[in-house]
């Protein structure tokens, strides 16, 4: 099977300005999740989509957004783009279970300036 | 390897020892428990999981204890090879719910 993909690798964008990030989960997996990996807060939940539906969510501001498809593919969206959102935007899909391991893509390094 | 706040922890073994890397969970309702390996400019990699109705697991090289009184989690590499050179990553989850807590990483350096 293959493994997580995630689009574009590598983002720079400007302060203002907004970015759409994209993951493909593993074929069968229906729950996507979305975190953020920085030096200084380290990796941190931003949200969880399982059959289109928002299931879970971190404590993050409403300018982080995503949403998922019929296919299970899962963007976000940051709006109005600060310097503190660069980063290391990874995405993780699971299986139907609950507890069950989740398994990495390579991430997006997005770097705001 | 407790945390020390923004400076990742480092553990500095030579190739052949046995390196041992500890994690503090703090919600005693978590229940599942993971091990992730991330090299430089990856994704977390999937080591070893444990189960809270467990205290060891062993996989080739690798052996997770879980110490449910004191809430730690030890990973436990055998013959250490410079291959294993990364930031390693515990992460909890809680019954119900599928969102993984992370600890903030051991750096692991390996000398051959």
Same mark, same amino acid.
């Given at each position: 099977?293959?493994?997580?993909?995630?689009?574009?690798?590598?983002?720079?964008?400007?302060?203002?300005?907004?970015?759409?990030?994209?993951? $493909?989960?593993?074929?069968?997996?229906?729950?996507?999740?979305?975190?953020?990996?920085?030096?200084?807060?380290?990796?941190?939940?931003?949200?969880?989509?399982?059959?289109?539906?928002?299931?879970?969510?971190?404590?993050?501001?409403?300018?982080?957004?995503?949403?998922?498809?019929?296919?299970?593919?899962?963007?976000?969206?940051? $709006?109005?783009?600060?310097?503190?959102?660069?980063?290391?935007?990874?995405?993780?899909?699971?299986?139907?279970?609950?507890?069950?391991?989740?398994?990495?893509?390579?991430?997006?390094?997005?770097?705001?300036? | 390897?407790?945390?020390?706040?923004?400076?990742?922890?480092?553990?500095?073994? =030579?190739?052949?020892?046995?390196?041992?890397?500890?994690?503090?969970?703090?919600?005693?309702?978590?229940?599942?428990?993971?091990?992730?390996? =991330?090299?430089?400019?990856?994704?977390?990699?999937?080591?070893?999981?444990?189960?809270?109705?467990?205290?060891?697991?062993?996989? =080739?090289?690798v052996t997770v204890l879980l110490n449910k009184t004191v809430k730690h989690l030890s990973l436990q590499i055998?013959?250490? =090879?410079?291959?294993?050179?990364?930031?390693?990553?515990?992460?909890?989850?809680?019954?119900?719910?599928?969102?993984?807590?992370?600890?903030?990483?051991?750096?692991?350096?390996?000398?051959?």
């Amino acid at each position: 099977k293959a493994g997580v993909t995630q689009t574009p690798r590598y983002l720079i964008k400007t302060r203002g300005q907004q970015v759409t990030l994209s993951c $493909s989960p593993i074929s069968g997996h229906r729950s996507v999740s979305w975190y953020q990996q920085t030096p200084g807060q380290g990796l941190q939940f931003l949200f969880e989509y399982f059959s289109e539906t928002q299931r879970n969510k971190g404590n993050f501001p409403g300018r982080f957004s995503g949403r998922q498809f019929s296919n299970s593919r899962s963007e976000m969206n940051v $709006s109005t783009l600060e310097l503190g959102d660069s980063a290391l935007y990874l995405c993780a899909s699971l299986g139907q279970a609950v507890g069950e391991t989740q398994y990495f893509g390579p991430g997006t390094r997005l770097l705001v300036l | 390897g407790e945390s020390v706040g923004l400076h990742l922890p480092t553990l500095s073994v =030579q190739e052949g020892d046995n390196s041992i890397i500890n994690c503090a969970y703090s919600n005693s309702a978590s229940d599942y428990f993971i091990w992730y390996k =991330q090299e430089s400019g990856k994704g977390p990699q999937f080591i070893i999981d444990i189960r809270s109705n467990m205290d060891k697991r062993q996989g =080739q090289r690798v052996t997770v204890l879980l110490n449910k009184t004191v809430k730690h989690l030890s990973l436990q590499i055998a013959a250490t =090879q410079p291959g294993d050179s990364a930031v390693y990553f515990c992460a909890e989850n809680i019954r119900g719910y599928s969102t993984l807590t992370f600890g903030k990483g051991t750096m692991l350096l390996v000398s051959p």
